[in-house]
């Protein structure tokens, strides 16, 4: 099966600039998560999906971060502006329910933001 | 509210030693226990779970049981490989809540031959 898919891989950009990641989840997964992993942390979530409805966006900074998941599919998170300490990798992960209740969380390769 | 504390790394093993990776978890709730492992250039991978006190994990020679007393789910290995060498994240889920997961710092493992 399709694992979860992030484009772009790589991204720099500068201070102030916008930026868009998007996500493709497993198909049929109904839960669907950003986290931001900066270097040598461990992931921190920025928002989760239940189908096309925002679960939890409690850490994400809704000043400068936004997100959306179309029809309970795709998904796309936006920085702008961005800020230097936004420099992370932003991981999408998808599972068929919760996580708590035992199912397992895939997560795609991450896409590299470096903000100058 | 819910954290998990990971011992800090790097671990720097020869081959066919024993590993240990210390993890214990703080949660309000009855949380599941995860440990995930992030391979060179890889994505982050589950390696193993448990959802319930004493349960044992386990997966490619991995192990870790799920001890409430000690709020404890250490990651063990009994003979490391250079191919185990990855960063390893401990994590937790409240299972009420279907909460996302919380992870810890991560530890880096480095095995030589």
């Known amino acids: 099966e399709a694992g979860v898919a992030q484009s772009p891989r790589y991204k720099i950009i500068e201070k102030r600039q916008s930026v868009a990641f998007w996500c493709n989840p497993i198909?049929?997964?109904?839960?669907l998560y950003w986290y931001q992993q900066i270097l040598g942390q461990g992931p921190k979530l920025l928002i989760q999906?239940?189908?096309?409805?925002?679960?939890?966006d409690s850490q994400l900074p809704k000043d400068r971060f936004s997100a959306e998941r179309l029809k309970g599919v795709d998904s796309t998170l936006k920085i702008q502006p961005a800020k230097l300490e936004d420099s992370a990798v932003y991981l999408c992960?998808?599972?068929?329910?919760?996580?708590?209740?035992?199912?397992?969380?895939?997560f795609g390769q991450g896409t590299r933001l470096t903000v100058v | 509210g819910n954290s998990v504390t990971q011992m800090e790394g790097p671990v720097t093993l020869s081959e066919e030693a024993f590993l240990t990776i210390n993890c214990t978890y703080t949660?309000?709730?009855?949380?599941?226990l995860f440990w995930y492992v992030q391979y060179p250039g890889e994505g982050l991978q589950l390696l193993l779970k448990?959802?319930?006190?004493?349960d044992k994990g386990s997966n490619k020679g991995f192990e870790a049981t799920y001890r409430k007393e000690t709020t404890s789910f250490h990651l063990e290995k009994g003979s490391v490989q250079v191919s185990d060498s990855a960063v390893y994240f401990c994590?937790?889920?409240?299972?009420?809540?279907?909460?996302?997961?919380?992870f810890g710092k991560g530890t880096t493992l480095s095995v030589s031959s």
């Open positions: 198909s049929g997964h109904a839960t």
């Open positions: 448990a959802t319930k006190a004493d």
């Open positions: 994590a937790l889920s409240d299972q009420q809540a279907g909460t996302a997961l919380i």
């Open positions: 949660a309000t709730g009855y949380p599941s």
């Open positions: 992960a998808s599972s068929l329910d919760r996580v708590g209740r035992g199912t397992e969380a895939f």
């Open positions: 999906f239940q189908n096309n409805g925002v679960v939890d």
